[in-house]
């Protein structure tokens, strides 16, 4: 493999545009709370003039209606899994199938419910990806983030586009890991749409399909983003786990670190307490809401509690998070 470190200007012309840029995420509706989290933190941060395209996986109409309140500038591809032809194909019943979604869906993996997240993560999620980058290349994009969507973004990410912009592939690889399952966090990826990242992605989907579904070992996708970037030669690799520009990422709710990740260390359901404290991190380093907006907060916060009551949703939820100069301009 080449040495991760390239320097600057070797695969771009110029800093890369907003507007050539495409965030990618792949959601299932078990994760919309996550969704709805990384959207509204990278907006913060960025305001809408990114392009995102979200791939779904049985997301209803409030779901989506829920994701494009918050984010507008965006596009969404859902499909609707057929669920009693997968339960066939793991070999399970129906009840079985929901007890594995509920569990992964909070972080809980098994024996026995990773084939169900195998199914998501590699045959959904990781091979589509071939599509979804010759399609960005197609509508004119530069450069591809691709993102869990349980990743909660602190700060600008425009550092992380200027590596990805100088490489081929930008990723954090764990080179100091045996495993070649723990070796790279296939959580965030960023691509430039150069020829020799299509050499990457061809090399990568082969090394899905190598394997069938039924002998895929856990953390089996980011085995097959390893094996693709030995496989593939004269690639450029940023890696973000050492390159100064990079983004650091936290597990376990450092200050310092511009993404927070999901699947936090030392946690039971990590995904649903991770989720909370993400949210109170989010809401805390919003601006204070003025005192001449706060009877305003107060009348939100009531209709928040009786919310059940009066069939309030997203919109309400999003009100209480909003900074108080938006906030302002509502109050008029």
Known sequence: ?????????????????????????????NYLAWAELFLESFRRHHG??????VDGRDLGDEDMALLRNVYTNMEIHNETIDRPALADSLGIDAATLDKW????????????NRHLKMFYTVTQRYRSMAAVLRQARDDGYDCVLHSDA??????????????????????????????HA????????????????DRFIDNWMRQIDRVSPPDRWRDFGQSAIWFA????????????????????????????????LGNSFGLGENK??????????????????????AATRES??????NRHRFGLRSRLRRLLKTPSDRLGRLCR
């Open 1 to 29: 493999m080449n040495d991760p470190i390239l320097d600057a200007g070797s695969v771009r012309e110029a800093r890369p545009s907003h507007d050539r840029i495409l965030v990618h995420v792949f959601l299932t509706a």
């Open 48 to 53: 809408e003039r990114i392009h995102v395209r």
């Open 101 to 112: 979604r509920w569990q992964v869906s909070r972080g809980t993996l098994t024996d026995e």
């Open 150 to 179: 349980d990743v909660y973004v602190r700060g600008s990410l425009d550092s992380f586009f200027e590596v990805v912009a100088d490489h081929d592939v930008s990723m954090y690889l764990r080179r100091w890991e045996q495993n």
């Open 182 to 197: 723990y070796k790279v966090l296939g959580a965030f990826i960023g691509f430039n749409l150069t020829g020799r990242t």
């Open 229 to 260: 970037l030995e496989e593939t030669d004269g690639l450029s690799i940023g890696d973000l786990e050492i390159l100064p520009a990079a983004p650091r990422y936290s597990k376990s709710f450092e200050d310092d670190a511009t993404l927070w």
């Open 272 to 293: 649903v307490i991770s989720l909370n404290r993400s949210w109170d991190d989010y809401k805390a380093r919003l601006p204070r809401v003025p005192r001449a907006h």
């Open 300 to 305: 939100l916060e009531k209709l928040w509690k």
